[in-house]
């Protein structure tokens, strides 16, 4: 946690333990209130307002007609599934689908549940990972996602490897990474199945990065942090077990979240792009990490809008959608959103054209759902 004690220098050092600049200390103490004088205020509660009388435009409603390709089961309630329907009316959204991470009853449950609104929903399964390091653990789950395509499944995720190994949830597979051979079976049956995978590898590169004064995401960074995790795959190495998995499995269609969490290196996910064809990243809750380069990230977008997926992975709050619109469709300059991000830069719009946002929005997502 960060706390801002005004300097006359922009000089980092150490004091008792705390990292300094020039009275702006790194420490953990408790959050202070709103009305904190500056010398007290922690980053965390920093929240700044644009001073710039410039254009704000208000997007109600996508462009074009949307699948959102990267959601959860947030609804606890059906009362709440029912105003998820009328929220995605309201903002264009057509089709949600739903990254269950689900296997077993509970994956009946919940596809029982979305199936009361047909066409708007897809459940995704998850995989079993029960018995990882027993024999038989491939057969096992291969069958249980043949059960699950049978209830209606019609694709695989979340699953999630941060450096730890696969996981969703509470079910872990520690030491099990998408490119060992157990998963060789799986990611067949995926692909006899043609059930495409959501694939989450690695986390933002400030996860990884020492929580200091040089790490730009700092913010956010500190709570997710995995610097200080023992034995853990860092940022680059799960950037390469991305890569042998899709090269290993070219009948299986993968869908690397997040923008493979390559938002800084996004030349990087390029390549990917353009060397593995069974290869598309969804752009779900990585709005605020790329927003402040918009002039490179939206020359990404025209490059690759074959290959980008919308997604949100926020919720399902009509405000949520509508900055993602905003982002997207505009060319808004240094503003702000500090209910859905945790950084303290401000953002900007892409201001994409119409073709590359019939793309990003539903054609893709359409190729692949009829694959």
């Known amino acids: 946690m960060i706390r801002w004690i005004p300097g006359r220098r922009s000089t980092w050092f150490l004091v008792g333990g705390a990292l300094v600049l020039s009275g702006w200390a790194l420490s953990q103490t408790p959050g202070t209130s709103d009305d904190a004088p500056a010398n007290q205020l922690l980053l965390k509660d920093y929240r700044p307002k644009s001073i710039y009388k410039i254009p704000v435009t208000k997007v109600e409603k996508a462009r074009f007609p949307v699948i959102d390709v990267h959601s959860h089961a947030y609804?606890?309630?059906?009362?709440?599934?029912?105003?998820?329907?009328?929220?995605?009316?309201?903002?264009?959204?057509?089709?949600?689908?739903?990254?269950?991470?689900?296997?077993?009853?509970?994956f009946n449950e919940l596809f029982a549940q979305y199936s009361a609104y047909p066409g708007r929903?897809?459940?995704?399964?998850?995989?079993d990972f029960t018995g990882y390091d027993q024999p038989g653990f491939p057969e096992r789950a291969a069958a249980e996602l043949?059960?699950?395509?049978?209830?209606?499944?019609?694709?695989?995720?979340?699953?999630?490897?941060?450096?730890?190994?696969?996981?969703?949830?509470?079910?872990?597979?520690?030491?099990?990474?998408?490119?060992?051979?157990?998963?060789?079976?799986?990611?067949?049956?995926?692909?006899?199945?043609?059930?495409?995978?959501?694939?989450?590898?690695?986390?933002?590169?400030?996860?990884?990065?020492?929580?200091?004064?040089?790490?730009?995401?700092?913010m956010n960074a500190l709570e997710w942090r995995l610097d200080n995790q023992p034995d853990i795959v860092v940022h680059d190495g799960m950037i390469e077990i991305l890569a042998k998995t899709v090269k290993r499995h070219p009948r299986t269609?993968?869908?690397?979240?997040?923008?493979?969490?390559?938002?800084?290196?996004?030349?990087?996910?390029?390549?990917?792009?353009?060397?593995?064809?069974?290869?598309?990243?969804?752009?779900?809750?990585?709005?605020?990490?790329?927003?402040?380069i918009p002039r490179f990230v939206s020359s990404f977008y025209r490059?690759?809008?074959?290959?980008?997926?919308?997604?949100?992975?926020?919720?399902?709050?009509?405000?949520?959608?509508?900055?993602?619109?905003?982002v997207l469709e505009t060319l808004d300059e240094h503003f702000y959103e500090q209910e859905q991000f945790g950084y303290h830069w401000s953002m900007n719009g892409f201001g994409l054209e119409d073709g590359v946002l019939r793309r990003i929005y539903r054609e893709n997502a359409l190729k692949i759902l009829k694959k």
Request: aromatic share 10%; with cysteine; proline share 5%.
């Open 303 to 326: 490059k690759y809008a074959d290959r980008l997926l919308y997604g949100t992975d926020m919720g399902f709050d009509l405000s949520m959608y509508r900055i993602t619109f905003r």
């Open 121 to 127: 929903f897809e459940v995704w399964c998850g995989i």
């Open 75 to 106: 609804p606890k309630t059906p009362e709440e599934i029912g105003q998820w329907v009328k929220n995605m009316d309201a903002a264009g959204i057509e089709k949600t689908i739903v990254l269950s991470g689900a296997t077993g009853s509970k």
């Open 253 to 292: 269609t993968f869908i690397a979240c997040h923008f493979a969490n390559l938002c800084y290196d996004l030349t990087r996910l390029g390549e990917l792009l353009d060397t593995y064809p069974n290869l598309y990243a969804d752009i779900s809750a990585r709005y605020a990490e790329t927003a402040p």
């Open 146 to 218: 043949e059960r699950c395509a049978g209830v209606g499944a019609r694709g695989v995720g979340e699953l999630g490897d941060k450096g730890n190994g696969l996981a969703f949830g509470q079910v872990k597979a520690l030491g099990l990474h998408p490119d060992d051979p157990r998963m060789d079976k799986v990611f067949q049956k995926c692909a006899e199945l043609k059930l495409p995978v959501n694939l989450h590898v690695a986390d933002p590169i400030w996860m990884y990065q020492p929580m200091d004064a040089t790490n730009d995401g700092l």
